[in-house]
C-alpha cells in the first residue's frame, strides 16, 4: 500500500485504518456528518427564502457581485444621457438618482431583487421599496451633513441594538426625524419612477431578471419582475454543488487520517472535506504548505 497516509498510520499505531475495529463505523460516522451538512445547508435557504434575505446565500451573493459593475455602468450611462438630453417625464428619475452614491444605489437595488429572486414581485410595488431604500440612504446623508455627531450617536447605537437591516432604518428614520433634520420626502409618484428606472436598468444591464405582463384574474393584468430561468437554473445548481461542502463536523472515532500537507488530513472517506492543519486565510501560505519545493 503506497497511499503516504496509510502508511504513516501504519508506522504509528502497527495496522492500516481499514483494520482498526471501527473503521466501518467512521466511515458511516462521515456520511451521516456529509448528510446533515446538506439537510442544514437546505433548512438555511427555505429560512431565507421566507424571510426575504436570499442575498445571505453564497450563490445568490455571487450574483449581486458579479451583475454590480455592469449596474453601476448602466446607472452612469443613463445619468450621463439625461444630462445631454432635453428635460422630460422619462427622466424624471434622473433628478432624484444624480445626488446618490452609484454604488450604494446599484447596491440596494440588486439586494433588494435578489432577497427575492424566486419570487415574482409586482413592478409599482418592487420600484416603490427599490426607491425607498434609496430615499432612506439619500436621507441618512443629509443626516450626517446636518449633524454629524448625532448621525454618528445614532448610528453606533442602531448597531449596537440589531444586525437586522429593516430594523437600522426604520430607527435611523424615526431618530433623524426627531432631530428636525430636513428633508423632503419623496412622493409615491417619484419613488415609481425612480425605482422603476434601476429595475430597468438591472434588467437591460445583468439579465438576471425580466418584465412580464401576467394576469391576476379576469380583464386583470399587471406587470411583474421575474428572474430568468437561466437566473433560477443557475442558483439551483449552484446550491447543489454547495450543499456537501459545509459538514457537520464531529470528533473521529479512530485516529485522523495523518496531515501530508497543510490541507489534506482528517477524514478518511472523502465524503467530507479535509480539514486543514493550521487554520489561515493567506492563500501563499497555504500554496507554500502544498508544495515543499515552492520558495
Known amino acids: 500500500m503506497t497511499n503516504p497516509s496509510f502508511i504513516t498510520f501504519y508506522n504509528t499505531h502497527g495496522i492500516y485504518p481499514s483494520e482498526h475495529p471501527l473503521w466501518e463505523n467512521q466511515i ?8 446533515a451538512g446538506i439537510a442544514r445547508f437546505r433548512a438555511m435557504l427555505e429560512k431565507s427564502e421566507q424571510k426575504g434575505s436570499m442575498t445571505g446565500v453564497s450563490s445568490v451573493r455571487r450574483l449581486m457581485v458579479h451583475a454590480h459593475a455592469k449596474m453601476v ?16 417625464r422619462r ?39 427599490v426607491a425607498t431604500l434609496i430615499e432612506d440612504e439619500l436621507h441618512f446623508n443629509s443626516f450626517r451633513d446636518q449633524n454629524e455627531r448625532g448621525y454618528n450617536w445614532s448610528k453606533k447605537t442602531i448597531l449596537e441594538q440589531s444586525q437586522n437591516r429593516n430594523y437600522q432604518r426604520r430607527v435611523m428614520n424615526k431618530l433623524a426625524r426627531n432631530r428636525k433634520i430636513e428633508w423632503e420626502d419623496w412622493t409615491d409618484e417619484i419613488k415609481v419612477r425612480v425605482g422603476t428606472k434601476m429595475i430597468e436598468l438591472v434588467v ?18 399587471n406587470i411583474y419582475v421575474t428572474a430568468t430561468q437561466e437566473t433560477l437554473d443557475w442558483i439551483k445548481t449552484e446550491n447543489s454543488r454547495l450543499e456537501p461542502m459545509s459538514p457537520i463536523y464531529l470528533p473521529c472515532i479512530i485516529p485522523p487520517k495523518p496531515w501530508t500537507s497543510p490541507v489534506n488530513g482528517g477524514y478518511w472517506s472523502g465524503r467530507v472535506r479535509n480539514i486543514r492543519l493550521v487554520k489561515s486565510h493567506n492563500k501563499a501560505f497555504r500554496r507554500c504548505g502544498e508544495n515543499p519545493h515552492s520558495g
Open 28 to 35: 458511516e460516522l462521515e456520511a451521516e456528518m456529509r448528510s
Open 73 to 88: 455602468e448602466a446607472l452612469h450611462n443613463f445619468l450621463a444621457e439625461a444630462e445631454s438630453a432635453k428635460a422630460g
Open 91 to 129: 427622466h424624471v428619475a434622473a433628478k432624484y438618482l444624480a445626488d446618490a452614491d452609484p454604488d450604494v444605489a446599484c447596491h440596494l437595488t440588486l439586494r433588494s431583487l435578489l432577497d427575492t429572486v424566486a419570487q415574482n414581485m409586482k413592478l409599482a410595488n418592487t420600484a416603490s421599496r
Open 204 to 221: 437591460e444591464a445583468t439579465g438576471l431578471f425580466e418584465l412580464r405582463r401576467m394576469s391576476d384574474g379576469r380583464n386583470v393584468t
